[in-house]
């Protein structure tokens, strides 16, 4: 006899052990994916929430600035006659100069519609930003 027959003979009721419990897993695992699917209840809450519009809305641009915060300051600082230069939007509001830039660009003239101007003062050389009230369109 070869010695993996030998093997073969002595290891029989180990191998049947082995299968069954591979049949019930089997049978389980059936009897799992053969269960109806519960249905489920459709919700009643909504995923967006709905506000009723208010009566009168003043645009954020003509606002007047609801709390004491940085971007009010930068906005007040810009709206002076002289307007503001980097170096001192960074010293008013503790921001780095990309932040600043990305602030002006994004949320003053994006969101809020502002017009804001640059422009290379003469003395220094330096860039300076300036809050420009535009004209209405009639």
Known sequence: MNTKTANRQTRPSTTRVVRKSSTTTKTANTRAATKPAIARKPSTKSRSKRVAPSTVVESPATAGPARDSKQSHLIALLRAQPGA??????????????????????????????TIVCESSADTGA????????????
């Open 85 to 114: 230069t980097i170096n001192q939007m960074m010293s008013l509001t503790g921001w780095q100069a990309h932040s600043v830039r990305g602030t002006i660009s994004g949320v003053l003239r994006k969101k809020l519609g502002l």
């Open 127 to 138: 860039h300076v930003y300036r809050i420009v009230e535009s004209a209405a369109v009639a």
